[in-house]
């Protein structure tokens, strides 16, 4: 059973920052992938950004310079710091993880149950 929880949602001001966490546990070979998806209320579900395991970062356009993807390995942890935060990135975030469960098997994709963030004033 592989589970993902994420962390970190909450109300902040226009030109705030926020750090949200997310957790993976269970039974996990490799994540290859893992990334930050929102979705807001009436839109469909759109990327954020990811990173590989090797650090290689993808962030869709309306987040490049604000906000910034990271992990850690060995605790099998993703971050999504997020600065100088707009009130059109309102959303519930969910984490992505694109993993193995065990060596040479296929991949497939986990979901957290989300954290939501507003931002108004």
């Known amino acids: 059973q592989v589970q993902l929880v994420e962390s970190g949602g909450e109300l902040v001001q226009p030109g705030g920052s926020l750090r949200l966490s997310c957790a993976a546990s269970?039974?996990?070979?490799?994540?290859?992938?893992m990334g930050w998806y929102r979705q807001a209320p009436g839109k469909e579900r759109e990327l954020v950004a990811t990173?590989?395991?090797?650090?290689?970062?993808n962030y869709v356009d309306s987040v490049k310079g604000r906000f910034t993807i990271s992990r850690d390995n060995a605790k099998k942890m993703l971050y999504l710091q997020m600065n100088s935060l707009k009130p059109e990135d309102t959303a519930v975030y969910y984490c992505?993880?694109?993993?193995?469960?065990?060596?040479?098997?296929?991949?497939?994709?986990?979901w957290g149950q989300g954290t939501q963030v507003t931002v108004s004033s």
């Open positions: 992505l993880a694109r993993l193995r469960k065990a060596w040479n098997t296929p991949l497939y994709d986990y």
């Open positions: 990173i590989s395991s090797g650090g290689n970062t």
């Open positions: 269970g039974s996990i070979f490799s994540i290859p992938t």
